[in-house]
DNA sequence: ACGTTTTATTAAAACGTTTCAAAAATTATA
DNA sequence: TATAATTTTTGAAACGTTTTAATAAAACGT
């Protein structure tokens, strides 16, 4: 396989000159640049990355772990969709994504530090950030360029993008509690993951706003994927009275929920009604469409990407933490109370 | 950041020691190694896997391209699915994933090119087969482990995993016609993928055993996402006389036919009946559940997985081409004619 | 105690680039 | 034409490992 130097003998110039060729890193007479250009296409030349990330100490990738809490990858979850659109977006900046796996809880911190240490990646991207996460004092501690999918209560001055959980819950409340809806179920998220808090505070807020009461009866929490929610559901409609309604912290679980309900012979929007969190896909593609909240994913994972990059290029953040608005979409899984 | 240099100084020995002992690559002395490794420890050394890579000409990473065609990742396609099998798999070899864009076809082999002869990676899954595929002849040519998920019919030998879509559709079909449907539709996969070809012959293959005159008006090609399904649906409910079932190749466009069926007042299953094809998760969750092909995506992405291994280690495949059954899941989107 | 194996250790050469400082070639100026 | 200024080009030193062949140390057999 041809290397710089077999370019640069073609060419009759120094490797040094072929690499500047190639990075455009130092003015070259246009001859010479011509001589160069055609033998590397002779050779169909192609520089070995690795070698080039050694000297230069820049890869071109980026770290993302998929959590083992959330590696429910093959369920439709918002996951899928952020990786897309991180994907898309760092494709734009000439960055592929290195994907890791976490095995269990425990060995959390292991392909971070393969990956962060062993200098495999000029940054990272975190998710499902979790009550006193340790990932983030580790990258801030290795000083490497990192962008977070959620706040954390860590006491520490760290860039992310987030939603506004509390205000998208508070909405899905709002028009719940606008139909007629008095006795309103909740399903959070397993409380390690810091959103869970902000979701439940936007329940609490809603209910203690219209001068309702929290009953501890009707709130669970559950796994994040779908029998989480199915599960979750089932528990709720055997509470006595049941909830005539039912705020849910996932669209993965609002399906789980909705299969739930059908099995008791429930029609949704009618019988009982639904709102989820996210807007993944399937949620306008289910029956009946889901009303949730939407999550801006794909703009997440845009931001991500561009923070990102600005760090690694040493830019200073214009805005170093983003909190943004979900939207209620409303379909067809909630009605008026009967 | 500490070197191998740091570790060997520490520790009394040279650095070829410390890579001995790390690798475990030659006999090194008890007492040696446990300095060794007190000096790993108190630096918490991490070895450069660049450096490491370059040298040792390995890179612990595979190559998975997202093809441009299929970059509905953000819906709930086979390919999220298949995705998180083969993080998973990998990891229990110590694979990490390298994720790269195509951006259009044309550039379709731009990302190949970059990490194959950029000795980023130790081998490639390749997905989405086409017909003509000219990835194949170009992984084969440049001699770099890779394996298929799906045949091609570019008249080379290499290894690949596929489904027998044929089977598939024959036996969905199977289903539809004992249930007494005569005249089904069949929504294929656009005739560059290469298993559409497999899928419409399993369709034609069924009719002609039960002497049923194969109708063109009822075929149609469609882009394999739900408004691909949509599209589709809406014509072939608009051919005189309708078909009273039909067999569609991928959930997603099931689903969007079925949102469209919906539309048109009919209820699935007694009105018209549906089979998709893969069984992605939300097949048993959508209402209501979908019949379908049932494609076993975890196990195709583990055999992926499995075999890339074996070929990087310069193994010799026991089966260098594996073919899988897929089966038949009735759920509810189908009824008997009536 | 001495050669002979065997076992541990090391020095140094890669791996294929980038990136300096310095040298060479060219162009401009006097 | 000689000198200065500028533009191109180059040589060689990194980058941090692995790996080989060679050396040193230890163990063994007589």
Redesign the pocket.
């Given at each position: 396989?041809a290397?710089?130097?077999d370019v640069a003998k073609r060419a009759g110039?120094?490797?040094?000159?072929v690499?500047?060729v190639?990075?455009n890193?130092?003015?070259?007479?246009n001859e010479?640049k011509d001589r160069v250009l055609k033998a590397i296409k002779e050779f169909d030349y192609q520089?070995?990355s690795v070698?080039?990330s050694?000297?230069?100490r820049r890869t071109g990738t980026i770290s993302l772990v998929l959590p083992a809490i959330e590696r429910s990858m093959d369920e439709p979850s918002y996951l899928s969709d952020l990786l897309a659109s991180i994907v898309d977006e760092s494709k734009r900046y000439n960055f592929d994504i290195l994907l890791s796996a976490s095995s269990s809880e425990e060995e959390e911190m292991t392909p971070y530090k393969r990956v962060v240490k062993g200098k495999m990646v000029d940054g990272c991207i975190i998710t499902c950030t979790k009550r006193n996460d340790k990932r983030i004092a580790y990258l801030l501690s290795e000083n490497i360029p990192f962008v977070a999918f959620g706040r954390s209560n860590v006491g520490l001055d760290f860039p992310y993008v987030d939603v506004d959980g509390e205000a998208g819950v508070y909405q899905g409340m709002h028009y719940l509690l606008d139909l007629g809806h008095t006795r309103i179920g909740f399903i959070g998220l397993p409380s390690e993951l810091f959103c869970s808090e902000h979701r439940l505070k936007g329940y609490r807020f809603a209910l203690k706003e219209r001068g309702l009461k929290f009953d501890p009866a009707l709130v669970i929490e559950g796994k994040t994927t779908q029998t989480g929610g199915y599960r979750s559901m089932k528990k709720l409609l055997n509470v006595d009275p049941p909830p005539t309604a039912v705020m849910i912290s996932s669209d993965l679980m609002a399906f789980g929920a909705m299969k739930a309900a059908q099995e008791e012979g429930l029609i949704i929007g009618r019988d009982i009604s639904i709102v989820g969190f996210d807007d993944v896909q399937m949620a306008n593609n289910c029956h009946p469409p889901l009303t949730t909240i939407r999550q801006p994913i794909y703009k997440i994972g845009v931001l991500l990407c561009q923070m990102l990059v600005q760090l690694i290029r040493g830019e200073k953040l214009s805005e170093r933490q983003i909190i943004l608005l979900p939207e209620l979409i409303v379909r067809e899984s909630c009605g008026p109370i009967r």
């Open positions: 396989m290397t710089i130097k110039v120094s490797i040094g000159t690499s500047h190639i990075n890193t130092a003015a070259v007479r010479t520089p070995n070698a080039r050694l000297r230069s």
